[in-house]
């Protein structure tokens, strides 16, 4: 597999999200978002989602140049339509816009609907962190067919359907960021390891008879396996949860049949932003703070485990790794990216000459 540097991979997607009809500053928006979820280790939510992105707009399910539209301000409470833009681009104005909102009233409740996908969620909650903010966010997935089982059950029913919960950070820099889908693994890592070529872990997916498999192309298969979600009933009932607070109670619409069948892909999240002076003493939160992630992390670490981390954490490591590296692509994510910048105008040659293999890494 190809290493490629993050400075011209980001190059290429730019210039790809502009030829798919976004404005310069939304493509550079767009670009930096996934290249970092790649530079953080999450794969699933990086550039391999530009050829789907750039199909998308094509379809027009997904509307370039689009913002955000304040459908509902009432106080804390702050209801959003994203008009299928950019997640990249609506995620960032509803968390500011929510920010703003619990910096004067304490606490905000965004509610967020009708936006392409929002990408890595974490990003929102890191920049809610970043002011100084704990943030909750419960999100849910539809537009396209359901992949995730429930407990007990053998075919697909909803989305993978993350949570995240941030926290600002008691010493500089290093919020904490508990960033997941409520499924075993992320759809976009069963897309990986099918370009790869290689299996998922134990426990993540069924077959199309309800057996377990390793195998991720259950996934794209006509006759389609589903995902299994991570806990077993705890993560099931997450996902319910999820689905049910951002998709019925932000009115955004939930895994009901109709509305899995449109071939994009929807989110919907209901965001709760918390100010910690509205709530009791900042300095004691953040003193308390500090005082447990040093406890935590101060424990013995297990045999073959070099330090204890928390949230967050593994994403500061893999920046560091792969700024200097090179960010993986496997051949197959890589043929598709060439691929799809053909489509709008970017020849093999030009791609190629916009990014630099800085090394490679084994099958």
């Not at 968390?95 to 004067?104: F, K, Q, T, V, Y």
């Not at 954490?313 to 053909?342: C, F, H, K, M, Y």
Request: glycine share 12%.
């Amino acid at each position: 597999m190809p290493n490629i540097g993050a400075e011209g991979l980001q190059k290429l997607i730019k210039k790809m999200i502009e030829g798919a009809g976004s404005d310069p500053e939304e493509a550079e928006q767009v670009s930096a978002n996934l290249v970092k979820a790649n530079l953080m280790g999450h794969d699933s939510h990086g550039v391999h989602l530009v050829p789907r992105y750039i199909e998308n707009v094509k379809n027009k399910v997904l509307q370039p140049n689009a913002h955000i539209t304040v459908e509902k301000d009432s106080g804390a409470i702050l209801q959003m339509h994203g008009n299928m833009g950019y997640g990249q681009i609506i995620g960032a104005e509803a968390m500011e816009l929510g920010i703003a909102r619990a910096a004067e009233t304490g606490v905000a409740i965004v509610a967020l609907r009708h936006t392409h996908h929002l990408g890595r969620i974490g990003a929102w909650g890191e920049m809610c962190a970043e002011a100084g903010m704990v943030s909750i966010h419960y999100v849910n997935v539809i537009g396209h067919l359901p992949l995730v089982s429930p407990f007990g059950g053998s075919e697909a029913r909803y989305g993978t359907n993350p949570y995240c919960t941030a926290i600002p950070s008691p010493n500089g820099g290093k919020p904490i960021v508990l960033d997941m889908a409520t499924s075993k693994i992320a759809m976009g890592k069963v897309k990986v390891a099918y370009n790869r070529g290689i299996e998922v872990p134990e426990g993540s997916l069924i077959g199309p008879n309800g057996a377990p498999t390793r195998d991720p192309g259950v996934m794209f298969r006509e006759e389609r396996g589903a995902q299994l979600s991570f806990g077993d009933h705890k993560g099931y009932g997450l996902a319910l949860i999820a689905e049910i607070l951002s998709g019925a109670l932000v009115n955004g619409g939930t895994c009901l049949p109709e509305n899995q069948t449109k071939n994009t892909i929807q989110n919907n999240m209901l965001t709760i932003i918390i100010d910690p002076d509205s709530v009791g003493s900042k300095s004691f939160f953040m003193q308390e703070l500090g005082e447990i992630t040093d406890y935590v992390k101060s424990a013995r670490p297990a045999q073959g485990v070099d330090q204890v981390l928390v949230p967050g954490d593994p994403e500061r490591i893999s920046i560091v790794n792969r700024g200097r590296d090179g960010i993986p692509l496997d051949n197959t994510t890589w043929n598709e990216l060439i691929g799809s910048a053909q489509t709008v105008g970017i020849s093999e040659d030009a791609a190629k000459n916009l990014t630099e293999i800085v090394g490679s890494t084994p099958d």
